[in-house]
């Protein structure tokens, strides 16, 4: 776990101090790049470091304003904005239990501290879960059909290789996140698979994190060349 939340430090910080000191990098699809570092960065610190004292630790308390600051980032993390006005609602109830049957503090987690009727959460919760996930499996249909069409019909060798690699390798990662990220709500519902649902948990927030700066990063021609010069120059004066 400390070698995951290493390396992704690492590949992020460093994807985001090529692109902010290199001026000729200072352009809209790299800014969208460290968008995605400083997401993955806040999204793995919430978790990772607390995650990793819990498995050592044989007391593993958390305050309750500590774990609706941790449910706050997960969260916005995952899908942002509809889940605050969920964590909102969830404040608001009473709680009766202290005890978070999960690997990190996420709404679900929260709600379930309650004794009161928590069907309004449950349903604005799949409502919304249900809707982000439709407009993003949408949206990504969208592109790959638009980017099929115009590989289609420029008929470039080229131009098809470059986008059947970028394209795949975006595909794979999207699924990743979209199958744990399904099975971290999913499994919720079902409490018989506490372990399932804390692999998938932690695999939503890692393996995108871990990926991201190789697949956008390494594969972005001018900002692999930029990397390489100072990983050269480096080199030669040590």
Partial sequence: MLFVYLSLLVSNIGVLVVIITERS??????????NLSVNDLIGNTVLLPRLMADIVSTERFITYSQCVAQAFFSHT?????????????TIRLSRCSSIILNAYCDNASLF????EDVSINNIYGLFFTVLLFTSSMGSIAVTYFRIAVICWT?????????ALQT????????????????????????????YLRKLAYVLFHVVPANL??????LQTKSLRQKITQILSRKVTHS
Avoid: Q
Wanted: net charge positive; proline share 6%.
């Fill in 212 to 217: 991201n700066p190789i697949i956008y990063g």
């Fill in 112 to 115: 379930k501290l309650s004794c």
């Fill in 167 to 194: 394209c795949a390798s975006h595909l794979v990662l999207y699924l990743i996140m979209l199958w744990s990220g399904f099975l971290t709500i999913i499994l919720h519902r079902f409490p018989d698979y506490p």
């Fill in 154 to 162: 420029k008929k470039s060798k080229e131009m098809n290789n470059r």
């Fill in 77 to 89: 993390f995952g899908s942002a904005a509809h889940m605050i006005l969920l964590l909102g609602l």
């Fill in 25 to 34: 990098l200072h352009k809209p699809m790299y800014i969208l790049f460290c």
